[in-house]
């Protein structure tokens, strides 16, 4: 059988993250049955051409869409994976490949489509105000991305042009989460073009060390007032241990947070800074379980997959991924987001667990993930779509 093949789209955006590194990923685990191509373009090329006519290269960008014109005259893809045209590549990226009339299979990474910072979230709390109101104009107003009414008049003019090219009823969606697929269907995506695919990790492949029992409780991701970090310290405050909370990872809500342990005298949080994933062994080795205390709802939630592929139970909000990935008492805590002390009862359990439970925790949680969220699961799964569009895997 010959491969397939298949163009990978990905528009970085100014600040590395979770997103670029699943579309890199995903595209190297299907050049095992696939020939794959990377088109990436950044937000950091896009502004260098001049941010004065940046807004007018976002809705129409001529030189994305003639490079992909060439690229596909060149190599005719058989399908085209997009992950995301937003900001610099322009909505022209999806009337263009409705021309070729190439099957698209969009991985959504986010909420763009309905909300202009795509987290459905704002002021610290969960907002879908656009969404209910069939419009963008309370995201203007709140000036929800980047804090300025300029770059959110944008992004509302961005995503109506998206949603009016006709790639809501062209393209094949994949959601990474039940909850995500729940909410995307509320902003418009067609439930009938809808599929769900969750991401995949390889951390169960690793030498398992079961979580001590005297170990820390550990946080890795970007810092920022999203994924819930003030409330974690707030609880801790009132805990009374010797254990320590380790934060490792940088990012805006920094200062705040650190600013917040300082005023508190809470000798046992220990900010890491970013550390690379060849860095991170020693502190998985003493984490007894890790925590995504996220307040949006996470679309894939990978750090909580890699977390379980570790052995290390999770403790998460009931929001987003985390109700699929912990579904099970035994892969960790699912607590109440209207409940302000759900968080501080949880940890302190948490903390009172002897060896044995929190083994048998590990135990579940790895070969969760290795059945349910291995590369193979995820190409199985992406392969059926592309099968219902006469795209044949090689296998």
Not at 162 to 181: D, E, M, N, P, T
Not at 250 to 257: F, M, N, S
Request: proline fraction near 6%; glycine fraction near 6%; aromatic fraction near 8%.
């Amino acid at each position: 059988m010959t491969r397939p093949k298949i163009l990978s789209v990905f528009n970085r955006y100014l600040q590395y993250g979770g997103e670029e590194t699943m579309a890199k990923t995903m595209a190297e685990t299907l050049r095992s049955i696939a020939n794959v191509h990377e088109y990436n373009y950044s937000t950091e090329e896009w502004l260098s051409k001049g941010k004065l006519t940046a807004p007018l290269r976002g809705l129409h960008n001529k030189q994305v869409i003639g490079e992909l014109k060439q690229l596909h005259a060149e190599h005719q893809f058989d399908c085209w994976l997009i992950h995301n045209v937003f900001p610099g590549m322009s909505p022209s990226v999806y009337s263009l490949v409705q021309k070729l009339q190439v099957p698209v299979i969009h991985i959504l990474h986010n909420y763009r489509f309905g909300c202009l910072n795509g987290l459905l979230f704002r002021n610290e709390h969960e907002c879908q105000e656009c969404p209910q109101k069939g419009n963008f104009l309370p995201g203007i107003r709140h000036k929800c991305w980047n804090g300025n009414y300029i770059t959110s008049l944008f992004s509302a003019i961005f995503q109506l042009k998206a949603r009016h090219s006709g790639i809501l009823h062209y393209a094949q969606f994949v959601a990474l989460s039940h909850k995500q697929a729940e909410l995307l269907i509320s902003l418009g995506i067609p439930k009938e073009k809808l599929h769900i695919i969750p991401l995949f990790v390889d951390t169960y492949k690793e030498p398992y060390t079961p979580p001590p029992a005297d170990g820390h409780i550990l946080f890795i991701g970007r810092l920022s007032p999203e994924k819930g970090l003030l409330p974690v310290l707030e609880a801790w405050k009132d805990i009374h241990t010797s254990r320590q909370l380790i934060i490792a990872g940088d990012g805006p809500q920094r200062e705040e947070l650190e600013n917040y342990v300082s005023q508190h005298h809470l000798t046992n949080v220990i900010f890491k800074g970013f550390v690379p994933k060849e860095q991170q062994q020693e502190l998985w080795d003493k984490t007894t379980a890790y925590i995504s205390p996220s307040l949006c709802h996470e679309a894939g939630a990978t750090a909580i997959l890699e977390a379980l592929g570790r052995g290390r139970p999770v403790i998460a909000y009931a929001k987003g991924a985390a109700c699929d990935h912990i579904a099970n008492p035994m892969h960790g805590w699912l607590m109440n987001p209207d409940d302000p002390n759900s968080l501080k009862q949880t940890l302190h359990s948490i903390l009172q667990m002897s060896s044995e439970q929190l083994e048998q925790m590990g135990h579940t949680s790895r070969e969760f993930t290795k059945i349910n969220h291995s590369a193979k699961t995820w190409i199985n799964l992406l392969a059926k779509i592309l099968h219902h569009q006469n795209v044949q895997l090689s296998k």
